[in-house]
């Protein structure tokens, strides 16, 4: 069983940074990626790094936002800059076996940002 553990969320001012960090029990996925979820909202893709070191963002983080991970420590990062309350939400940690699927969840860090 494939375990995805997420932590650095926290409460900030807008145009302040948080890290999350997610740690896997793996770190083979064909896609390991971000999704986060405001209140009263459907869960939203945040970005993704695939196999082939591609990595996407949606257009609502791209250059505020950016994905990184350690193989060799088995762990996902989320750098975010320039945070809006926009932004605030529960932030999940998920891998795929394949691009198009998740298959895997973690079980959220939440991220808070005020005005």
């Known amino acids: 069983q494939v375990q995805l553990v997420e932590s650095g969320g926290g409460s900030v001012q807008a145009g302040e940074s948080l890290k999350l960090s997610c740690a896997a029990s793996?770190?083979?996925?064909?896609?390991w990626g971000w999704f986060r979820q405001a209140p009263g909202k459907e869960r939203e893709a945040v970005g993704s790094?695939?196999?082939?070191?591609?990595?996407l963002y949606a257009v609502s983080v791209r250059g505020r936002f950016t994905i990184s991970k350690d193989s060799a420590k088995n762990t996902l990062y989320l750098q975010m800059n320039s945070l809006k309350p926009e932004d605030t939400g529960m932030y999940y940690c998920?891998?795929?076996?394949?691009?198009?699927?998740?298959?895997?969840w973690g079980q959220g860090t939440q991220v808070t940002v005020s005005s």
């Open positions: 793996r770190s083979t996925f064909t896609r």
């Open positions: 790094i695939y196999s082939g070191g591609t990595i």
């Open positions: 998920a891998a795929g076996l394949s691009s198009a699927e998740i298959d895997y």
